[in-house]
């Protein structure tokens, strides 16, 4: 437990309705008691309602209290629920530390949760996606690395690997009982085993990724293949101005929708040509760059004048034929920008391409790239495990089952250092 008191605006800054005080720490009920009208009122997760004195101005509020360990922080909690005015909340902060609080720093209450046990370190950083959060999706994938589904996975291949690091290090401390090659035999299944876990949670990472951060969808083709009209029809509003002259679209505009709980940023591109207009030729060279780095690229052919661009990207290529309603074609591909035939159809494909038939593996989703990457490196470790083990090393092997466990440890927060513990936590906003 810390020994000091924070306090912080919990609630978004700004005028509004109601904003939200909190502390956490030794003092936080008796700095709250000192300046709240009913302080003898106040108990355990109940909300009293009572003036609170901030010196400067005082205000009728909400307050209660959460005692540790059962807090949000595992500290005694207070909070006060005032009216939103900026002025109002300053005074009542600036009250608070005037009592022996102090302002807390990005994160602070959601560490002082991991370091008191209340929480993972991944359960806190999905606190942090879930506030982040810009599509359905992504709030549900935090919610759920937030009540420990990434954490729940991982104790099962932690608790077997570090049984097994037992084992062998009775194999290495007492040589003479000759253990190796039955400890060998046991430990190759044990290693399979986690190693098929494991890769499970990696190959999530893919889909994760797209649910945390959106799929990028790059529109490109010809001048005049209705692109701009593509991208107002998709999203569901005149977003990109149209008109029939080519050229119209000169830089790249992007802009968002959601479909079944998954965000998806649409980028319109001027049209592919040669052109000696210096403006619409870096126009081109950024609706290059577009298709390289999007997930979905949908290639638009006019079937007025169908002619296949060539796309260079790394994502997946969609061939959309545009303008139904005056030329024939296209089949199950075809779509009309201007009156709206196919576009549903069309949303239903972009979702398929981005995210397949699943949203999860096993029930949990890797969304995370610092996850990810350790959960790489604890793969890459049981590789080598598996070989010293067929090979009857135990050294080796121990070793490199040491470095699985650092690995997944690095995700839990089980032995996560100063360094990558501020990281994370700085990204946070000072009230969480």
């Not at 909300?47 to 909400?62: E, F, K, S």
């Not at 260079?312 to 779509?335: L, Q, S």
């Not at 576009?343 to 890797?366: H, P, Q």
């Not at 089952?401 to 501020?422: K, M, Q, R, Y």
Request: charged share 25%; aromatic share 4%.
């Amino acid at each position: 437990m810390r020994s000091d008191t924070i306090t912080a605006l919990s609630s978004a800054a700004g005028r509004g309705a109601i904003s939200v005080v909190r502390m956490s720490g030794p003092d936080a009920v008796r700095i709250l008691s000192e300046c709240f009208s009913r302080a003898d009122r106040l108990e355990h997760a109940r909300m009293v309602l009572g003036t609170l004195d901030a010196v400067q101005l005082r205000d009728r509020v909400m307050a209660v209290v959460f005692y540790a360990p059962d807090s949000y922080t595992g500290e005694d909690v207070a909070e006060v629920h005032c009216h939103g005015s900026p002025e109002i909340v300053d005074a009542i902060i600036r009250r608070f530390i005037s009592l022996g609080a102090r302002h807390a720093e990005p994160g602070e209450f959601t560490r002082r949760a991991f370091e008191n046990g209340k929480m993972s370190l991944d359960e806190a950083e999905a606190v942090g996606d879930l506030i982040n959060a810009q599509s359905t999706a992504a709030a549900n994938a935090a919610y759920d690395g937030m009540r420990g589904a990434l954490h729940t996975a991982l104790r099962g291949v932690y608790d077997k690997l570090l049984a097994l690091a037992g084992e062998m290090t009775a194999a290495l401390d007492y040589p003479e009982e000759d253990v190796e090659m039955r400890t060998s035999a046991q430990a190759l299944p044990v290693v399979e085993e986690c190693k098929k876990e494991i890769a499970a949670l990696i190959a999530s990472y893919g889909t994760g990724e797209k649910l945390r951060g959106g799929v990028k969808v790059a529109i490109v083709g010809l001048p005049n293949a209705g692109k701009s009209s593509l991208l107002n029809r998709l999203l569901g509003r005149e977003r990109a101005i149209v008109t029939a002259n080519a050229g119209t679209t000169r830089d790249t505009i992007e802009e968002s929708y959601e479909y079944k709980g998954v965000l998806f940023t649409l980028v319109d591109t001027a049209g592919v040509r040669e052109t000696s207009d210096e403006a619409e030729a870096a126009g081109v060279k950024r609706s290059a760059l577009a298709a390289r780095t999007a997930h979905i690229v949908l290639r638009i052919i006019d079937l007025a004048a169908p002619v296949v661009l060539p796309v260079e990207t790394t994502g997946i290529v969609i061939d959309v034929y545009n303008k139904t309603d005056i030329a024939e074609g296209g089949g199950d591909e075809g779509v009309s920008a201007l009156t709206g035939k196919g576009i549903r159809e069309l949303k239903e494909r972009i979702y398929k391409a981005a995210m397949g038939d699943k949203v999860s593996v096993s029930g949990v989703t890797v969304t995370n790239a610092r996850h990810y990457t350790l959960l790489l490196e604890a793969m890459e470790e049981l590789g080598h495990a598996e070989n010293a083990f067929a090979g009857d090393a135990i050294d080796l092997a121990s070793a490199a089952v040491a470095g699985a466990l650092s690995a997944i440890g690095g995700i839990t927060g089980a032995n996560a250092t100063e360094d990558v513990l501020g990281d994370i936590f700085s990204r946070f906003c000072v009230g969480k």
